[in-house]
């Protein structure tokens, strides 16, 4: 009955997202962000992409900038918006747990994270080689890679953000939990998005405990042939970040009055 309950609430929360105009905004976004190297290249008269590498490039970018801005919006919405409308006190009208709600909620979140992330993805080979060509080579660093490597390479550098991104989704969470609007969410959690990231700029020696950090080192330390104790450390904060952002939104959310 559990396992039911779960899936139930988590197919509920995906077709409540799908509901949503939010995703088609920062779809349009990825359009036109792919759409600026293709303008920039017609001017410079100078072609430097080709459909192979063209993802790869831009996954960095759109990984570590666009996708955190794209959660925070979700998990603001399916917490604070979803409080304010009365649609958790409903949910849990239902036989239904206050934690199987919690889970099904961040599962949800993983899902549309990884969807998302796929369709950047296959959206940069789309437009990549529209505009470039497919290409004849992919090659990183002046090292040359066969076709297969390079779509690993470049699944890699797009679906390994999910799990640090998950864990960035955990702070948001929590503190979509403990403010009353979902524009005090996003501005918050954007503040501290943007705030990590310039710490990580300024000080180095921070960005091993910067959760933001590993939406890009996290992919680049995978592809690497050496691989070090600092993959299992990013690997061990990772976890231990998402874990306790994890059980603080349990605690508050179990102890919230909802249903008064």
Known sequence: ???????????????????????????????????????????????????????????GFITAWVVPLFLIVVTAEMVTDEYLSGGISVSLVH??????????????????????????????????TLFFGWGTEFMIRGLEYSVWQGISLTVISFLAPAVPLLSFSMYVFFIALLLSGSAAVVGLAAGTFFAFSLAELVFRELRPYLITAYFSSLPAALISSEKTAGLQFAILFIVVHGAVFYFLSLTNFTRKDILN
């Open 1 to 59: 009955m559990g396992v039911k309950a779960l899936t139930g609430l988590i197919k509920n929360e995906l077709i409540k997202f799908t509901g949503r105009k939010k995703a088609l905004w920062f779809a349009a976004l990825l359009v036109v962000i792919y759409l600026f190297p293709v303008v920039m290249s017609v001017f410079v008269r100078m072609r430097t992409f080709d459909g192979q590498i063209y993802p790869y490039t831009m996954s």
């Open 95 to 128: 036989p239904v747990s206050r934690v199987q709600l919690v889970t099904a909620k961040i599962t949800a979140i993983l899902i549309v994270t990884v969807l998302f992330l796929i369709f950047a993805m296959l959206l940069g080979y789309a437009m990549g």
